[in-house]
């Protein structure tokens, strides 16, 4: 057998390999993209599709093409459902951009207090602060329902010893929007807070000693080294925690119940976001047209504010 057939077979022998493993691959992903496929894209396909309807409980089995007068409806403010809509989409956007910044900004704080060498006791603190992180969101949530309770609530009988009148947390519009930010804040600074942990440690040492050396101050150091770095290694993580308070249905339904209600007839409460409306306006009022339309438009305004915030900060571009 000459050279030339020994290499012609041992490179077919290597193409039926490879070609053996490429199918095995596809094997290996069909589970994935099968439930991916069943769980996540079928159920946005159809409210894409139920959204330019009229289905409700009332045509549930007959709805009709509307086109998209759902959509109008909801920016039209002769309609009484923009009029609900129109301030429930701001206080959406108004709880997202605060949550974010606050819980950032406190993760960054206590990163920063936390990656001081000198401190001995910084593993306690960090097992410490860790905690709200690690129990179920679903129990801390109630357990600060509890605690904000007007009547019987631990932190107005707190606060009552100091001689401060009872606060109505829950009750009262304002008061009921500060729970919920303060309670998320409590919820989420845990993860800002091991992310920028993370970040500061990848800093070198080196700037920090080279800038000393010049005679920065800690407040310089922290300025033009600390927080430009830290910023650009924790961004691409700070962009979907924005995403996902667009949608965090549990801190504001299992706290308020989206109350205090605006009226008995209207669908949305003071501290209702887009996810909690579209849930009562598909479960409350069976208008799953119209619920269908709300998670539609608060789809296209996530991907919107994230493609935005992606353009802008470059946070998921190579670099050279």
């Not at 959406?92 to 006791?121: H, I, S």
Request: aromatic share 16%; with cysteine.
């Amino acid at each position: 057998m000459s050279t030339g057939q020994i290499s012609l077979g041992q490179k077919g022998k290597r193409r039926r390999i490879k070609k053996k493993v490429q199918w095995s691959a596809y094997g290996y992903l069909t589970p994935a993209l099968v439930t991916i496929a069943i769980f996540s894209i079928l159920p946005t396909l159809l409210t894409i599709v139920v959204s330019f309807t009229n289905a409700s409980d009332l045509h549930f089995m007959n709805p009709s093409f509307v086109g998209f007068k759902n959509f109008a409806s909801l920016f039209n403010m002769n309609d009484p459902l923009a009029q609900v809509f129109i301030p429930t989409f701001i206080w959406t956007v108004t709880f997202a951009v605060v949550a974010t910044t606050l819980n950032y900004l406190l993760g960054l704080f206590l990163a920063v207090l936390l990656n001081n060498k000198n401190m001995k006791e910084s593993t306690l603190y960090r097992m410490i602060l860790i905690v709200p992180w690690a129990v179920p969101g679903l129990i801390s949530i109630l357990i600060w329902q509890g605690l904000l309770n007007q009547s019987y609530g631990q932190i107005n009988a707190l606060i009552h010893t100091f001689g401060v009148p009872p606060i109505p947390w829950l009750v009262n519009p304002f008061w009921a929007r500060v729970s919920v930010i303060m309670v998320n804040l409590w919820l989420s600074f845990p993860y800002m807070m091991t992310v920028c942990l993370g970040a500061l440690q990848a800093i070198p040492e080196e700037l920090f000693e080279a800038a000393g050396i010049d005679g920065a101050t800690i407040w310089q150091k922290f300025r033009y080294i600390t927080m430009p770095s830290v910023w650009q290694i924790s961004l691409p993580l700070v962009i979907p925690a924005f995403a996902f308070q667009f949608n965090n249905f549990n801190a504001v339904y299992l706290l308020t119940g989206g109350g205090p209600a605006r009226n008995s007839t209207q669908f949305a409460g003071y501290t209702d976001i887009l996810a909690s409306a579209a849930y009562k306006m598909t479960l409350d009022f069976n208008r799953y047209d119209l619920g269908a339309t709300i998670s539609v438009f608060l789809f296209v305004l996530v991907g919107f504010f994230s493609w935005i915030n992606m353009r802008a900060t470059g946070a998921f571009q190579e670099v050279d």
